[in-house]
């Protein structure tokens, strides 16, 4: 089975870092690009962050450059969203995704990925 366990998010005050995890089973997640994306209240789901399969290429939104880093655990088979100087903007819930074919670049969009996490809730709020 293919499965992607999310946790990480809650309630942080602007200007502070969160980290969001994203657990992977039943495949290796090194072989695969992956993505982490928002979705804000009435707003459609967009890239917040991919990054292609063995690291070799990421991308980040420009809203979040400098300010977000994604990157993978390999022995844990574990992908992570550092979100640092949050503001009351990247409030929403994210999703972590997944590749479902494995070697290619990672996509800023979400029909390239074909396995999703359940989502975590992210609020900024003072």
């Known amino acids: 089975q293919v499965q992607l366990v999310e946790s990480g998010g809650g309630v942080v005050q602007p200007g502070r870092s969160l980290t969001l995890s994203c657990v992977a089973s039943?495949?290796?997640?090194?072989?695969?690009?992956i993505g982490w994306f928002h979705q804000a209240p009435g707003k459609e789901r967009e890239v917040v962050s991919c990054?292609?399969?063995?690291?070799?290429?990421?991308y980040y939104g420009d809203s979040v450059k400098g300010r977000f880093t994604i990157s993978r655990d390999n022995a844990k088979n574990t992908m992570y969203l550092q979100m640092n100087s949050l503001r009351p903007e990247d409030t929403g819930v994210y999703y972590c995704?997944?590749?479902?074919?494995?070697?290619?670049?990672?996509?800023?969009?979400?029909?390239?990925?074909?396995?999703w996490g359940q989502g975590t809730q992210v609020t900024v709020s003072s």
């Open positions: 990054m292609s399969s063995s690291d070799s290429s990421t």
């Open positions: 995704a997944v590749d479902g074919l494995p070697g290619r670049l990672c996509a800023t969009s979400a029909d390239r990925y074909s396995y």
């Open positions: 039943g495949f290796t997640l090194d072989y695969h690009a």
